[in-house]
């Protein structure tokens, strides 16, 4: 008996159509259609408002202020006395400006030592099974939700001399406590650190609470089959599973460090003598004094810090964090 073979070949020759014709329509017709590329015209339409909106209030407000950092004027007169870098050193050889700066660094350590590990401790606890957890989340997120000038107000009015704070102590015996809370230049920055802390370690909190959701439940109970402690299995396998989370956690803590203003200028506008002053606050007072080339050349210095911090944050952090997730090349 004789078996008959017949080729691709041959049936695309019986056929009268060229193979390679039939395999393009082969692959048309039973293979996942091709999505065009959007045409440039289409990106740039989609894009243009963004930029717009990005050029014009961002981007010329920062040019222009360098531009304006570089003249000594008060915005009113024209724009004629190039003084170059004058400004920048005359802020740096301020010792108002010195002390402003070392408030923020101040508030930038106490942070990271201080107000994150709060914040960590605290989730670690709502992340367990207590009653009430759901409430108490409510109610440590929810002084992140009220405005800082309404934060700002409500302090001020607690931590005055003849406020709740101090009739407070009085009426438990505490009298020896009383003191001008923000009056005293020795103990005001570490107050409005606590009222800072108090606004802000709410959103610390959700985002750590959020990464220990994301830890898987098997790893802990491998650990615990293994004889890890609860204190081994939290620093040998959350710990480190919690990492992207503590350091989006720190680098919003030290850009907030640095740009702190609303809830200091509100409680004590930088007093007393400058005591609780911050870059941002010195700045608002120079540009009140009409020294806009100045106070420009000062929003410069806190520009330049914050993008400094964004950039290292971007090159040595957030590129570690996204390798092996295919957003990085």
Same mark, same amino acid.
């Given at each position: 008996?004789?078996?008959?073979?017949?080729?691709?070949g041959?049936l695309?020759?019986?056929?009268g159509?060229?193979?390679p014709?039939?395999?393009?329509?082969?692959s @048309?017709?039973?293979g996942?259609p091709?999505?065009?590329?959007m045409?440039?015209?289409t990106?740039?339409?989609?894009?243009?408002? *963004?930029l +717009?909106? /990005?050029?014009?209030?961002?981007? /010329?407000?920062?040019?222009?202020?360098?531009?304006?950092?570089?003249?000594?004027?008060?915005?009113?007169?024209?724009?004629?006395? =190039?003084?170059?870098?004058?400004n920048?050193r005359?802020?740096?050889?301020?010792?108002? =400006?010195?002390?402003?700066?070392?408030?923020?660094?101040?508030?930038?350590?106490?942070?990271?030592?201080?107000?994150?590990?709060? *914040?960590?401790?605290?989730?670690?606890?709502?992340?367990?099974?207590?009653?009430?957890r759901? +409430?108490? $989340?409510?109610v440590? =997120?929810a002084?992140y +939700?009220?405005?800082?000038v309404?934060?700002?107000?409500?302090w001020r009015?607690?931590? $005055?001399?003849?406020?709740?704070?101090?009739?407070?102590?009085?009426?438990?015996?505490?009298?020896?406590?009383?003191? %001008?809370?923000?009056?005293?230049p020795?103990? +005001?920055? /570490?107050?409005?650190?606590?009222v800072?802390?108090? @606004? /802000?370690f709410?959103?610390?909190?959700?985002?750590?609470?959020?990464?220990?959701q994301?830890?898987?439940?098997?790893?802990?109970e491998?650990? *615990?089959?293994?004889? !890890?402690?609860?204190?081994?299995?939290f620093?040998?396998?959350?710990?480190? &599973?919690l990492?992207?989370?503590?350091?989006?956690?720190?680098?919003l803590?030290?850009?907030? !460090?640095?740009?702190?203003?609303?809830l200091?200028?509100v409680?004590?506008?930088? %007093?007393?003598?400058? !005591?609780?002053?911050?870059?941002?606050t010195?700045?608002y007072?120079?540009?009140r004094?009409?020294?806009?080339?100045y106070?420009?050349?000062?929003?410069?210095?806190?520009? %330049?810090?914050s993008?400094?911090? !964004?950039?290292?944050?971007?090159?040595?952090v &957030? $590129?570690?964090?996204?390798?092996?997730? %295919?957003?990085?090349?």
């Open positions: 008996m004789t078996t008959s073979i017949t080729t691709s041959d695309a020759a019986d056929s159509t060229p193979e014709a039939r395999r393009r329509t082969g @048309k017709r039973l996942s091709r999505l065009g590329r045409p440039w015209p990106i740039i339409l989609f894009l243009l408002p *963004a +717009v909106l /990005y050029g014009g209030f961002v981007l /010329y407000p920062i040019v222009q202020s360098m531009r304006y950092s570089l003249f000594d004027w008060n915005g009113l007169e024209p724009l004629d006395n =190039f003084v170059g870098l004058d920048f005359r802020a740096f050889g301020a010792d108002l =400006f010195r002390d402003a700066l070392t408030h923020n660094a101040i508030i930038l350590v106490v942070s990271l030592v201080l107000q994150l590990p709060f *914040a960590m401790a605290l989730a670690v606890l709502l992340n367990s099974k207590i009653r009430g759901a +409430v108490m $989340r409510t440590f =997120f002084p +939700v009220l405005s800082e309404v934060t700002g107000v409500v009015q607690i931590l $005055r001399p003849d406020g709740l704070l101090n009739t407070s102590l009085e009426g438990v015996g505490g009298g020896g406590l009383i003191q %001008g809370w923000l009056s005293d020795d103990v +005001v920055l /570490y107050v409005l650190f606590f800072l802390s108090w @606004k /802000y709410g959103i610390h909190m959700i985002l750590m609470l959020a990464g220990l994301q830890v898987p439940a098997e790893l802990k491998a650990a *615990a089959i293994d004889g !890890a402690t609860a204190w081994e299995s620093r040998h396998v959350t710990l480190p &599973l990492g992207p989370t503590v350091r989006v956690s720190i680098f803590s030290v850009i907030g !460090a640095l740009q702190v203003f609303d200091v200028w409680t004590t506008k930088g %007093g007393p003598v400058g !005591a609780s002053s911050t870059m941002a010195y700045l007072d120079q540009f004094n009409g020294l806009f080339g106070a420009s050349a000062v929003s410069i210095v806190i520009f %330049g810090l993008l400094v911090v !964004a950039l290292l944050y971007q090159r040595f &957030l $590129r570690r964090d996204l390798e092996g997730t %295919g957003l990085v090349g």
